[in-house]
């Protein structure tokens, strides 16, 4: 069977990861199916090699994640919207948006978001990107870039006084209980629900034992900052995703932040014990290739004589587990 030189290149690289000839072209036929393209693919093997070097991941996670779930693989930016002012793009998971100034090792072939967008605009290298909100790393979704300062100004302005309207979809562990459907089951401190949704209003703060998560306030704690998010059920289901955590039961929710907390909506889903499916920090369902958080829609009421945006990024998670019971 002739292989094409985009699979040769993808051959190539799972070959230098160890993966035997068989394996190697299981995995070339997959990109081949599935259409993603020798840089995405190319990317993400060499981001597997950048971690092994870094001691972040073993030999044996590499070849779990590329034979277990090579949906891991894709890595493509889509452009959601456009216009004079705005540039929104559908960010994939595991990517960053900018290199910090502080400084940071990067990949040769890693793309952030600010690479996408200078490649296509480089003109603005000089005035730098304009990001109108932030996005975790990790999670995948809607992210909105100023292609003017006028832009940046009025998006900016929208988040800071919480009229943009988030949406995210996530997996979490677990079958999710509204109140109403067994008895207080969603409910405690900072916890309320009804029989559409639960509202999750536990104040947040920084883990004294860890610099990089956060954690829901003790009774008792002063530095907790006011935090809120509405989650619905969608749908119950089992995680399809091979791995040890296969089989497991999980739920579709929608979370909508009213406010915009550092790690939020994965503090507060651990909160009322349903940290979301890939959550290395605060789940136990971690041998997955992502996180399963994605920034799904968004409305930004914007000022006269700009038109108002609405923007919805397809959900990624429908693949990754099978419905049970349609509860919304």
Same mark, same amino acid.
């Given at each position: 069977?002739?292989?094409?030189?985009?699979? %040769?290149?993808?051959?190539?690289?799972?070959?230098?990861?160890?993966? /035997?000839?068989?394996q190697?072209?299981?995995?070339?036929?997959?990109c081949t199916?599935?259409?993603?393209?020798?840089e995405?693919t190319?990317?993400?093997?060499?981001q597997l090699q950048f971690?092994?070097?870094?001691?972040?991941?073993?030999?044996?996670d590499?070849?779990?994640?590329?034979?277990? %779930?090579?949906?891991f693989?894709?890595?493509?930016?889509?452009?959601?919207?456009?216009?004079?002012?705005l540039?929104?793009?559908?960010?994939?998971?595991?990517?960053?948006?900018?290199?910090?100034?502080?400084?940071s090792?990067?990949?040769?072939?890693?793309?952030?978001?600010?690479?996408?967008?200078l490649?296509?605009?480089?003109?603005d290298?000089?005035c730098?990107?304009?990001?109108?909100?932030q996005?975790?790393h990790a999670? /995948?979704?809607?992210?909105?870039?100023?292609?003017?300062?006028?832009?940046?100004?009025?998006c900016?302005?929208?988040? &800071? /006084?919480?009229?943009?309207?988030? &949406?995210?979809?996530?997996l979490?562990?677990?079958?999710?209980?509204l =109140?109403?459907?067994?008895?207080?089951?969603?409910?405690?401190d900072?916890?309320?629900?009804?029989?559409?949704?639960?509202?999750?209003?536990?104040?947040i703060?920084d883990?004294?034992?860890d610099?990089?998560?956060?954690?829901v306030?003790?009774?008792?704690?002063?530095?907790?900052?006011?935090?809120?998010?509405?989650?619905?059920?969608? &749908?119950?289901?089992?995680?399809?995703?091979?791995?040890?955590?296969?089989?497991? =039961?999980?739920?579709?929710?929608?979370?909508?932040?009213?406010t915009?907390?550092?790690? %939020?909506?994965?503090?507060?889903?651990?909160?009322?014990?349903? =940290?979301?499916?890939?959550? /290395?920090?605060?789940?136990?369902?971690?041998?997955?290739?992502?996180l399963?958080?994605?920034?799904?829609?968004l409305?930004?009421?914007? =000022?006269r004589p700009? %038109?108002?945006?609405?923007?919805?990024a397809?959900?990624?998670?429908?693949h990754l587990?099978s419905?049970?019971?349609?509860?919304?």
């Amino acid at each position: 069977r002739r292989v094409h030189g985009q699979a %040769q290149n993808a051959l190539t690289g799972f070959r230098s990861l160890g993966l /035997s000839e068989e394996q190697a072209t299981q995995l070339a036929a997959f990109c081949t199916r599935e259409r993603t393209s020798e840089e995405e693919t190319l990317g993400r093997l060499e981001q597997l090699q950048f971690l092994l070097s870094e001691n972040v991941i073993k030999q044996q996670d590499v070849h779990s994640i590329l034979l277990e %779930q090579p949906y891991f693989l894709k890595r493509k930016f889509t452009v959601l919207f456009e216009n004079n002012d705005l540039f929104v793009v559908n960010k994939p998971f595991d990517v960053r948006i900018d290199i910090p100034k502080h400084g940071s090792k990067k990949f040769s072939r890693e793309i952030t978001v600010a690479d996408f967008y200078l490649d296509k605009f480089p003109a603005d290298r000089e005035c730098g990107v304009r990001f109108c909100h932030q996005l975790d790393h990790a999670t /995948s979704g809607i992210l909105v870039l100023a292609k003017t300062k006028k832009g940046a100004q009025a998006c900016g302005a929208l988040f &800071e /006084s919480r009229r943009a309207k988030k &949406e995210y979809t996530a997996l979490v562990e677990g079958h999710v209980s509204l =109140p109403s459907q067994n008895g207080d089951a969603a409910s405690g401190d900072g916890v309320t629900g009804d029989t559409e949704s639960i509202e999750i209003e536990n104040f947040i703060e920084d883990d004294p034992n860890d610099d990089f998560k956060m954690r829901v306030s003790p009774p008792d704690s002063t530095k907790g900052k006011s935090a809120h998010t509405t989650l619905e059920v969608v &749908e119950w289901g089992t995680l399809t995703m091979p791995g040890q955590a296969v089989g497991k =039961p999980v739920t579709l929710v929608r979370l909508r932040p009213v406010t915009g907390r550092r790690h %939020q909506l994965r503090v507060h889903c651990h909160a009322i014990g349903h =940290p979301i499916v890939g959550d /290395s920090e605060y789940g136990s369902v971690r041998d997955t290739y992502r996180l399963c958080l994605h920034a799904r829609k968004l409305y930004l009421p914007l =000022p006269r004589p700009m %038109q108002h945006v609405s923007l919805e990024a397809p959900d990624p998670f429908l693949h990754l587990f099978s419905p049970i019971t349609h509860t919304h």
